[in-house]
């Protein structure tokens, strides 16, 4: 026969169990409910390798969709962070920098050089020849709305009174590193900057299923034109990363271009939803020039 104390000890041990079961159960609905609902937990804020070699080149299945038409070259430079890079050791934080120096130098170079800025959303009426541009022309995009956009980058595009595009991660608005919505609201009130959709949390959309995908093309749309009142006409694959499918969702969503990390300075009705950019170096002066030009 058991005594009191050791039945008091095994209701005690019975409560502890329930609890933790009932603990364990609420875990796995709320983990499962968060996978269903927006897939955020795939992302990290800091991403692990940034870019894969594949994603610069076009992917294959893409070229049997283009026709012939004209080409215009329009250099877009694709830059990520703007500023002194604290942590020597955050190698890729370094890779995608550009210091605010580095940065007012190539800002100068375009001005003194006489070069003509836009946004990306002015480019379809610069194919369709409504909007006629020089040869010196050229398109500034930042990516992931970064805080250091409003601290340096954006500064100095007022002093040089340049245009640029920024890619906003709808989830990412307000977190530490990130551009809040009420600096967002003064930048696009510049008539500066343009904004951009970059999704909803930054996923690799050619990996996602279609259902997951179009909820980050679409809802960021609307979440960003509902928050800021304007129309969001550009959008940026995270990673760079798209394939036939994910383009089509992206004109379906009433998006009017896009663009990839695609390397080079053509721009045709063919890549309108993966425009080719250039990265931005720690080029200047008759380097970037040349660069440009070439
Ligand atoms: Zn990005």
Redesign the pocket.
Known sequence: MKNKKQNKIDVKAYILAGALVVFVLTGFFLLGRKIAMDNSLFHTPI?PAYYHEEDFKKPPEITIYEKKVSEIKLPIIMY?YVEYVKDPKDTIRKSLDVTPYSFEKQLATLKNNGYQTYFVKDIPDILAGKTVVSSRSAILTF??GYEDFYTDAFPLLKKYQLKGTI?I?YDFIGRHGFMNEKELKEVIASGLVELGS?TLD?LSLKSLPTMFAKKQIFDSKALLEKMFGITVDSF?Y??GTFNKSVEDLVRQAGYRDAVSVISGKTQSQNNLYYLSRIRAGYFEGSNMVNLLQK
Do not use: L, W
């Open positions: 991403e990520h990516d992931d890619y991660v970059h930054h940026a995270p990673y």
